[in-house]
């Protein structure tokens, strides 16, 4: 049996999560009796190591992080917890006896939105907390509404995916979304299709400028995914982050109505369908699973339906019939 996630068993409905990280344990003891006096979870690591898997278990609200400890110190911890979309938004708050100017530069540039000054004061750690803790509910707000957004799409045959533009990284992704890059281009997360990331990347100066590029389109039998850039989520550094929303379309219903319509055999329809799609007799036969003189003795059955002697004419009735069915159909 699978062990529950920390973070699937904490009452964030109530309290926040506090992740408090120094190598002395009076040091936590303190911030601890103070910390849950305030009506905080608070959880504890004397390691760098630990604290970055108590973090990817946890997910805290807010991480205060001793900066001096032996092994990995603070500024690479911050640095890693950064580097992990998983954690990179969670604030860091340092506690550093040290006041050197190069020191509180170092802890601001590895990823940390404050620091503390040893010894640590309780109520000022806890001022400093809620100023930080106001900013971080607003965006997990923000972003449990955009979340909720985003998975209504696929209730409508819309998927979506995040993609950041400086290394190609896909940061997000819809239920349906997972499901559809897996089986049209065999990747999971956190890769983006090539293809898709070479698209984005080639029309970005395009869609920077309010410009709506071309979308993207690939074939899988009768069905079709197609990616449109909705719009941008993250800043502009790097190229940012994209939403980018995919759906796919299947002309098995195409299909259906020209059997129906010209009163064709399922096989005789999926035959008409490719040469309406400029495949040749030998590409149909590779498509279809059967031989070349097959599709050919098929073809002969539709040209007499129809009334018609060549693949063009039996393309064209096909296409003007779809149309009248299907406007978006692309032949």
């Known amino acids: 049996m699978m062990p529950t996630p920390i973070d699937q068993t904490l009452d964030r409905a109530n309290s926040d999560v506090v992740l408090v990280v120094d190598d002395v344990p009076d040091n936590l003891a303190v911030l601890h009796d103070a910390l849950d006096e305030s009506g905080y979870t608070v959880l504890v690591a004397t390691s760098g190591e630990a604290a970055l898997q108590r973090a ?26 950064k580097a992990e979309p998983l954690t990179a938004h969670i604030p860091i708050i340092f506690m550093t006896g040290l006041t050197e100017t190069e020191h509180l530069v170092a802890a601001l540039e590895s990823g940390g939105v404050d620091y503390v000054t040893k010894p640590i004061k309780p109520k000022e750690v806890l001022a400093r907390m809620n100023v930080h803790l106001q900013g971080a509910r607003r965006a997990r707000q923000e972003a449990r509404q955009a979340g909720q957004a985003r998975n209504a799409l696929d209730a409508f045959g819309y998927a979506s995916i995040t993609v950041r533009v400086s290394d190609g990284r896909l940061m997000w992704q819809t239920a349906l979304a ?154």
Not at 56 to 81: I, K, S, T, W
Request: glycine share 6%.
């Open 178 to 331: 997972r499901d559809l890059l897996m089986r049209y281009f065999g990747t999971s997360a956190p890769v983006t299709p090539a293809p898709v990331v070479d698209w984005l990347r080639r029309h970005l100066a395009e869609a920077q400028a309010a410009i709506e590029p071309p979308r993207l389109s690939f074939d899988q039998g009768s069905r079709r995914i197609t990616f449109r850039l909705h719009q941008q989520t993250g800043d502009s550094e790097g190229g940012g982050d994209w939403l980018i929303v995919m759906q796919e379309v299947s002309d098995e219903a195409v299909i259906e109505a020209m059997s129906f319509s010209f009163k064709l055999t399922a096989r005789e329809a999926e035959v008409l369908y490719w040469v309406v799609k400029g495949k040749i007799n030998r590409d149909i036969a590779d498509i279809l699973g059967a031989s070349p003189a097959t599709i050919k003795k098929h073809l002969e059955r539709v040209f007499a339906k129809l009334g018609v002697e060549t693949r063009t004419a039996a393309a064209a009735m096909a296409m003007n019939r779809i149309r009248q069915l299907n406007p978006q159909f692309e032949g």
């Open 56 to 81: 990817q278990q946890a997910l805290p609200d807010v991480v205060l992080l001793d900066a001096m400890m032996p092994g990995m110190d603070g500024f690479e911890v911050a640095r890693r917890l």
